[in-house]
């Protein structure tokens, strides 16, 4: 029950984030990356889906890891487990 809530805040918040990302004050951002936190625990696509955008767009790589270094830990944690690593 809890991750079929998980998942309706979190594609909420996500909906509403890319509409208010349109906007000339970009808030948005914001909304998107707490629906990602949301989103990733509960459902594996998600977090699969963030990893292969974190692959092919660097901006979006950036600003990921950007808001990964100022969350507190919790929320950290869940956004490190998208983090594109290197193959040796």
């Given at each position: 029950?809890?991750?079929l809530i998980c998942r309706i805040i979190g594609g909420a918040l996500c909906f509403f984030g890319i509409l208010g990302m349109?906007?000339?004050i970009p808030f948005g951002l914001i909304l998107f990356i707490i629906g990602l936190l949301f989103?990733?625990?509960?459902?594996p696509s998600a977090a699969n889906a963030v990893r292969w955008a974190r692959r092919?767009?660097?901006?979006?790589?950036r600003v990921?890891?950007?808001a990964t270094n100022r969350m507190p830990y919790p929320y950290r944690r869940v956004l490190r487990e998208t983090e594109i690593r290197p193959d040796w």
């Open positions: 029950m809890m991750r349109l906007t000339p989103l990733i625990p509960s459902t092919k767009i660097r901006v979006f790589d990921m890891s950007a």
